[in-house]
T-cell receptor, first 113, second 111 residues
Framework: QQQVKQSPQSLIVQKGGISIINCAYE??????FPWYQQFPGKGPALLIA?????SEKKEGRFTISFNKSAKQFSLHIMDSQPGDSATYFC????????????FGTGTSLTVIP | NAGVTQTPKFQVLKTGQSMTLQCAQD?????MSWYRQDPGMGLRLIHY???????DQGEVPNGYNVSRSTTEDFPLRLLSAAPSQTSVYFC??????????FGQGTRLTVV
């Protein structure tokens, strides 16, 4: 079964708008929550990550919001740009089980100029 | 610093052929893993390793073998290729509790 559920599958946003991608998980043993950005023909690249003892982390235009009680986390992209058009994956990992990563199914983001 | 290097980038196999996908990392990471990426399914774990000489199965291990004789290398072997193994394969490495770093991928087509 899908350990990390991601929505929406695709997202279209106007330039300058806010892009929001959501993820939910069930396993409370997860202890690390990264987001990856992937451009066509490339491997996923780490964008930003958070640990469950923090409710929010911001790096430039990218922010992760983390709700431990709801077992949800989300990526917010402020002032979205056409260069942000890519596929985004959320993930979760458990240090104690071989550092395995479980990925969401991905969100294809298109930012319209 | 090359990071994670995968070869080849593209490969076409006939059904029943075998091949090895190579993966090497130069970050001295203990943990390495192989994923396959299919449309709408995200990245699914095939096999992983927590150190040299130690490997284990992931979510979709059937039809694949791995070994880890050194910290740097983690090859993935397809024993008898099937059309269902047409996919993009990614190798990743990580340190304990940290992010996974990915290679550029191998696009495999089995005809």
């Amino acid at each position: 079964q899908q350990q990390v559920k991601q929505s929406p599958q695709s997202l279209i946003v106007q330039k300058g708008g806010i892009s929001i991608i959501n993820c939910a998980y069930e396993n409370t043993a997860f202890d690390y929550f990264p987001w990856y950005q992937q451009f066509p023909g490339k491997g996923p690249a780490l964008l930003i990550a958070i640990r469950p003892d923090v409710s929010e982390k911001k790096e430039g235009r990218f922010t992760i919001s983390f709700n431990k009680s709801a077992k949800q986390f989300s990526l917010h992209i402020m002032d979205s740009q056409p260069g942000d058009s890519a596929t985004y994956f959320c993930a979760a990992s458990i240090k104690e089980s071989g550092n395995q990563f479980y990925f969401g199914t991905g969100t294809s983001l298109t930012v319209i100029p | 610093n090359a990071g994670v290097t995968q070869t080849p980038k593209f490969q076409v196999l006939k059904t029943g052929q075998s091949m090895t996908l190579q993966c090497a990392q130069d970050m001295n990471h203990e943990y390495m893993s192989w994923y396959r990426q299919d449309p709408g399914m995200g990245l699914r774990l095939i096999h992983y390793s927590v150190g040299a000489g130690i490997t284990d199965q992931g979510e979709v291990p059937n039809g694949y073998n791995v070994s880890r004789s050194t910290t740097e290398d983690f090859p993935l072997r397809l024993l008898s290729a099937a059309p269902s193994q047409t996919s993009v394969y990614f190798c990743a490495s990580s340190y304990l509790g940290g992010a996974a770093f990915f290679g550029q991928g191998t696009r495999l087509t089995v005809v």
